[in-house]
């Protein structure tokens, strides 16, 4: 057993649920502030890597280690058994946390798939209110159907970070869960800068600002607008699916409008649209201020007579009013895209020149 | 069969009274109105607040509600979407304020019901109906009669308000056309303030009769949201009498055919009410989603006549073209 200062606990938790909303953040990103597709149904995406986790990995290890009983009904012996199980089998234990992030990230994509018949019919308004209507039907549908992930008791997830427990303790492992997570929304977000320059970037922003143009110029926007939903689909899922990982625990209700739409649409409004960076700075305020909320919890609590979570709703609905009405785009604004260096240009050319020179002498 | 009928119209009434006020916003400001759930639950607290600390008669509570409401409503138009229509925002922009606004009634609601639950010692999330405090006409409980009042009351006077009345010329006008009619000299800012007043009172009247039929919460308002918008779309978002026609037909059909598919399959069913007006939205967004009273029926009639052997092809596809 290692003991670290509750300080730094602290931090790395911080850390993990900054990495979590980072991605799902960014996902919005590249779906609204690069593409323009208003989603308001964001914690469906979310949810649904939440409930894979939830319904998946554990029936699978229960298949493999041959244990018997119903999953949701004896949830806590099964998966208490999976977890003696995953304590010393370290490769069974990553493998886990790799089927659920890869069937996550599937069904997120098939989600964003089917998803996409609307967004590539409906606009504007109409778009908004059917994804909304499907993430709040979905919440209650399985809020209600006991059998994916227990509905209303909810399911624990098995621990694919267990190995850390039972060697060094619980503390290790938040700090290790949390660099894990950090490590991926890293490369979540390398890969998102790199889609926002590429040529499929530029091809984004163009349909975002003007798609009769696009589709004018030969751009196929459905079929982008049906990628892109895929591709965000997919990465709120892993979202999900880390936070129902480092939660280990999945309730259907939990995925609703505030937590996981409204939130990541305040954070991206408040960091910048179609900025990367302002999205990453957007969610350190945004985690930063919720946790320092929890810390005075306690010191408020005598004093005011409800619950101090309702102050955390007030004061990011008053900010989201007030952003959009003095800062519309954001901590950082929208930059345009950066080019290759002029110098460069010239080198390059200099260099084709030369070799079109030899070719003709 | 009576009583299961009389259910479903309690509710299609309280369907109508909202979504009659969220169509009204939409045609007139252009933004559906997120809070529009929230705005009801506000009613909801208002009815509660009379019965349990006053202990009066909840449907004294309706002025109250109505005021309420209203200026919620209105303050939702003047200080947070008028302004921000000023500065050009986009309608995006104004769908997510709208948003932000319903997290803050909601937050205000828990704060409240919280402060209620300290001070008062009373249930204020999941309480239960206020059946056994409501009053019987000829064996019939009043919220049935008081909805259906409710309902027939307003569609008399909104009909006479926009055919009869200076005003509601003025308000078709404004509908049509703004600046056209601010032209002409209507004044089109007073026709959206009156237009949201209205929204946000009879969505505060819905919400003193919610509590006679759900359980009460400050969380009913996301519930709320999904039907209310399903009989706004399916009547058609463009036309008042779309939403109450909307209204009628997705209250109703959500109560009627969950029940009639959970009496054949099994009661485990009652507990998916909320996927039959999400399938009707679907089927009403993909296929017309100009609602029921947008469709051109002579055109479908000539249509469906002409390509009756490909008709489902036909129904796709037109749902490809139109959206």
Not at chain 2, 97 to 102: C, E, F, H, K, P
Request: charged share 15%.
């Amino acid at each position: 057993m290692i003991l670290l200062p509750p300080l730094l606990l602290f931090i790395m938790d911080t850390i993990a649920m900054i990495a979590i909303y980072l991605i799902t953040t960014l996902s919005l990103n590249i779906q609204y502030g690069y593409t323009g597709i208003a989603d308001f149904g964001k914690s469906a995406g979310v949810a649904v890597g939440a409930y894979v986790v939830g319904a998946i990995p554990g029936r699978v290890l229960m298949a493999f280690l041959a244990i018997e009983g119903d999953y949701i009904k004896d949830n806590t012996p099964i998966v208490s058994a999976i977890n003696s199980v995953l304590s010393v089998d370290v490769a069974l234990a990553i493998g886990t946390l790799m089927l659920g992030l890869a069937l996550a990230a599937g069904l997120g994509a098939l989600f964003g798939y089917v998803a996409s018949y609307p967004v590539a019919r409906l606009k504007g308004e109409y778009l908004a209110i059917f994804m909304l209507a499907i993430s709040e039907a979905m919440r209650y549908i399985f809020n209600y159907y006991t059998p994916v992930v227990g509905g209303p008791y909810g399911v624990t997830v098995p621990d694919p970070f267990k190995f850390i427990t039972s060697a060094y303790g619980g503390q290790l492992r938040l700090i290790f869960a949390s660099v894990v997570i950090l490590i991926i929304s890293i490369g979540m977000f390398y890969y998102a800068e790199r889609l926002a320059r590429s040529p499929l970037g530029r091809t984004l922003r163009a349909i975002r600002d003007c798609d009769v143009a696009a589709e004018v110029l030969g751009k196929d926007v459905a079929s982008y607008r049906m990628k892109i939903m895929v591709l965000s689909s997919a990465m709120a899922a892993i979202a999900g699916a880390l936070y129902a990982f480092y939660t280990l625990y999945v309730a259907a209700i939990a995925y609703d409008r505030v937590t996981w739409t409204f939130w990541p649409w305040t954070i991206l409004i408040l960091g910048g649209m179609a900025n990367n960076v302002g999205v990453v700075i957007g969610t350190i305020l945004f985690v930063v201020v919720t946790r320092l909320i929890i810390i005075f919890k306690r010191s408020l609590e005598p004093i005011l007579p409800f619950d101090v979570i309702w102050l955390e709703y007030i004061l990011f609905g008053l900010m989201l009013i007030l952003v959009l009405m003095f800062r519309p785009e954001g901590i950082l604004p929208e930059k345009p895209t950066k080019t290759i260096e002029f110098e460069k240009i010239k080198e390059r050319r200099a260099r084709k020149g030369r070799s079109h020179g030899k070719a003709s002498s | 069969m009576w009583m299961l009928l009389r259910d479903a119209i309690t509710y299609a009434c309280m369907l109508i009274l909202l979504s009659t006020g969220l169509t009204l916003t939409y045609i007139t400001t252009k933004v559906p109105n997120f809070a529009h759930g929230e705005i009801a639950v506000i009613g909801l607290f208002v009815a509660f607040t009379f019965l349990k600390i006053f202990g009066l008669n909840p449907y004294l509570a309706m002025p109250a509600a109505f005021a309420l409401s209203a200026l919620t409503a209105l303050g939702l138009y003047k200080l947070v979407l008028k302004p921000l229509m000023k500065r050009g925002a986009t309608l995006d922009h104004l769908m997510i304020a709208t948003l932000g606004y319903d997290i803050l009634i909601f937050a205000i609601l828990n704060v409240y019901a919280d402060v209620l639950t300290k001070v008062y010692k009373v249930k204020t999330r999941g309480f239960m109906p206020f059946r056994p405090y409501d009053f019987t006409v000829l064996d019939q409980p009043g919220i049935f009669l008081v909805s259906v009042v409710a309902v027939v009351v307003l569609m008399v006077t909104l009909h006479l308000l926009l055919t009869r009345t200076r005003f509601g010329i003025a308000m078709r006008a404004t509908i049509e056309n703004p600046n056209l009619a601010s032209v002409c000299g209507v004044n089109t800012e007073l026709v959206y303030t009156i237009s949201w007043i209205l929204a946000g009172g009879l969505a505060g009247i819905a919400g003193v009769l919610l509590p006679f039929y759900f359980r009460g919460s400050p969380c009913l308002g996301f519930v709320l949201i999904v039907p209310v918008f399903t009989a706004s779309i399916v009547g058609g978002f463009y036309s008042i009498y779309g939403a109450m026609l909307g209204g009628a037909i997705a209250g109703l059909s959500e109560y009627l055919i969950t029940y009639a598919i959970a009496s054949a399959v099994g009661p485990w069913f009652l507990s998916y009410r909320v996927a039959v007006p999400l399938i009707m939205l679907a089927i009403t967004l993909l296929i017309a989603p100009e609602g029921l009273t947008g469709i051109n029926w002579r055109r479908a009639g000539s249509l469906l006549k002409q390509k009756l052997s490909g008709l489902w092809l036909r129904l796709a596809s037109l749902g490809g073209v139109k959206a």
